[in-house]
């Protein structure tokens, strides 16, 4: 836990520590005086020793605050009051790739996918859109089966990998033999994965 705690905030402990402590002494000290003077005479003592008590609340609060909503509560809601600190990585963007696709430049597709690839190494759907560019957009099937083995070798997730080894056993029969091959499936293989059902 002690990792995940950001520097920045708890530097400013170094100061806030010390101000609390002498402003609860000084409360302590106002209140016990004001309970011994008794009578109207301890209505200002008491004020003051409430006006400590206040100033350490003051002090305490922001860094308190935080540690509570963020690390004790545990993202329950602890985003409500510091959302910046949930989903730092932006995901990736796939519109890029998608477009050059679109307009007939493969390549220009797989370089798109493949420089998502380099950020995120392990992410199945770059992989799927590539495996769906070999085979259906390029008819290269010995393309299509290196994108292939290259998923398997980096993807970890169980899910992901499901969804690659069945987008690949849909159109394996296309690949195997590409030769014999008379026409494209109808659909793309791996599109439903991509897209969902």
């Known amino acids: 836990m002690a990792d995940n705690i950001p520097t920045e905030k708890w530097l400013g402990l170094w100061w806030r520590i010390p101000v609390c402590l002498l402003a609860l002494v000084g409360m302590v000290k106002l209140f016990l005086g004001g309970l011994r003077a008794g009578g109207f005479g301890a209505v200002g003592t008491l004020v003051l ?42 995901p990736p963007v796939y519109g890029p790739a998608e477009a050059r696709r679109m307009e007939g430049d493969y390549q220009a597709a797989i370089q798109a996918y493949e420089e998502i690839l380099a950020e995120f190494p392990d992410n199945a759907r770059a992989y799927l859109a590539l495996m769906d560019i070999a085979w259906l957009d390029m008819t290269d099937a010995p393309l299509a089966m290196s994108f292939y083995q290259r998923a398997l070798a980096v993807i970890k997730d169980e899910a992901s990998r499901k969804e690659m080894q069945q987008a690949y056993a849909d159109f394996a029969p296309y690949l195997e033999k590409p030769e014999e091959v008379k026409q494209r499936p109808p659909r793309s293989a791996t599109r439903k994965y991509l897209d969902g059902p």
Do not use: H, K, T, W
């Not at 006006?51 to 922001?62: D, G, K, R």
């Not at 605050?65 to 602890?78: M, P, T, W």
């Open 49 to 90: 020793s409430a006006a400590c008590l206040i100033l350490a609340a003051f002090v305490m609060a922001p860094p308190l605050a935080e540690f509570v909503a963020v690390y004790l509560l545990n993202g329950i809601f602890g985003g409500l009051f510091y959302p910046e600190r949930r989903n730092r990585r932006p």
